[in-house]
T-cell receptor
């Protein structure tokens, strides 16, 4: 299994508070991704990175920002959490793009 | 843009064969991937087709027809543990060369 961890695994927060999720890899993969998964919507890409300090938006990027200052870490920040951002968040890593390795997920609840 | 269609749910009997279809629309095309996800778990990669034809990996096979923008995942000798959601994903060319676009998933229920 690919070495990929996410923290925290569970978080409950209140509307309007900032939240940062961390994805850490030990595989030295070039590409890193943040997805959210909601019932009926499958996996939707939030942001992705194709190298250190190289990031781009996915299909549902509004309200989210990311940073990647080193190869192994990819941070996802919700500047001001809203209830619509309650979801399960998955990080993924890849060297080939078509074969991605997913982290265990973070379940975020915004009250 | 990109879009994928797959059935929302499929039911099959243990020991049987089931086919999960996926049709896609994309601006350019690199290949079609398949992922499996058990309830409460993370998606895991199953297969990838860049060229037309059938790719076999044990009980699972994946097929691609680029001219029809169509692919399928074939699961043989179904086992109860195959009950999961299956996602197809496409890597396009224009505006999406570094990423995958996932379908909404097909929930497979295997009955005894």
């Amino acid at each position: 299994d690919a070495g990929i961890t996410q923290s925290p695994r569970h978080k409950v927060t209140e509307t309007g508070t900032p939240v940062t999720l961390r994805c850490h890899q030990t595989e030295n993969h070039r590409y890193m991704y943040w997805y959210r998964q909601d019932p009926g919507h499958g996996l939707r890409l939030i942001h992705y990175s194709y190298g250190v300090k190289d990031t781009d938006k996915g299909e549902v990027s509004d309200g989210y920002s990311v940073s990647r200052s080193k190869t192994e870490d990819f941070l996802l920040t919700l500047e001001s959490a809203t209830s619509s951002q309650t979801s399960v968040y998955f990080c993924a890593i890849s060297d080939s793009i078509h074969e991605q390795f997913f982290g265990p997920g973070t379940r975020l609840t915004v009250l | 843009g990109q879009s994928l269609e797959q059935p929302s749910e499929v039911t099959a009997v243990e020991g049987a064969i089931v086919q999960i279809n996926c049709t896609y629309q994309t601006s350019g095309f690199y290949g079609l991937s398949w992922y499996q996800q058990h309830d409460g778990g993370a998606p895991t990669f199953l297969s990838y087709n860049a060229l037309d034809g059938l790719e076999e990996t044990g009980r699972f096979s994946s097929f691609l027809s680029r001219s029809d923008s169509y692919g399928y995942l074939l699961l043989q000798e179904l086992q109860m543990k195959d009950s999961a959601s299956y996602f197809c994903a496409v890597r396009g060319v224009v505006d999406s060369s570094y990423k995958l676009i996932f379908g909404s998933g097909t929930r497979l229920l295997v009955r005894p």
